[in-house]
């Protein structure tokens, strides 16, 4: 598939219009309204039962924000700013985010990748990666990785830090360093470093 041209950073600095049909709780008052990246911004006891609440509802820091791209189109997600870009926000400025819609990677020059994502007020955004320093996403618990105890042991093993004790654990053991490379590169161990969540399946052998 063919990707995108790389976003003009000028496009980034005219206005994001929202979306006149989006629908809003009855009790929203555009003139009155505070956003919730506002209050978390500016109110640090609000930030912290905010992202308490986060975590409650199953939201994961990602440790790259890279790691945004092993994520589908429609995942909600949240960031903080790293203060470089256009905006010229303030380093570590929240933003509340929205739908993932579309992704650019380019690996040979990174300063080429981008998403673009529909903000909960309509509006479309673009979002240069090197811009992130935190990314959020919703990864509610039936998507956690789960792994089978390897039982037969060979000289390709993989290791994940357990999120319980951690220590590193051997979660796989490859037959060569093909089939060792195959399971690094598989989307259930990459979303299991990205988010440092994993847990072993259920076995009913002693």
Not at 63 to 86: C, E, H, M, T, W
Not at 120 to 131: E, H, R
């Amino acid at each position: 598939m063919q990707l995108p041209p790389p976003i003009k950073e000028e496009l980034q600095k005219y206005p994001h219009i929202p979306d006149s049909n989006t629908k809003h709780d009855a009790r929203y008052d555009p003139n009155t309204y505070i956003s919730i990246q506002a209050k978390v911004n500016n109110d640090p006891e609000f930030e912290i039962e905010y992202f308490k609440k986060l975590i409650y509802d199953g939201w994961v820091m990602l440790k790259d924000v890279n790691d945004i791209y092993l994520y589908p189109s429609g995942r909600q997600f949240k960031y903080r700013l790293n203060g470089k870009g256009l905006s010229q926000v303030e380093s570590g400025t929240f933003r509340s985010g929205g739908w993932l819609l579309q992704k650019n990677y380019n690996s040979e020059n990174k300063n080429e990748n981008f998403i673009l994502y529909k903000g909960y007020n309509g509006a479309i955004f673009s979002l240069q990666i090197k811009d992130l320093s935190e990314v959020y996403i919703l990864s509610p618990k039936k998507e956690i990785s789960i792994f089978k105890k390897p039982l037969v042991k060979t000289n390709f093993p993989v290791y994940l830090e357990n999120p319980k004790t951690e220590k590193l654990e051997i979660v796989y053991y490859g037959k060569d360093q093909y089939q060792k490379n195959r399971f690094q590169n598989s989307l259930k161990y990459k979303k299991a470093i990205a988010t440092g969540k994993w847990d072993w399946a259920t076995s009913f052998i002693d």
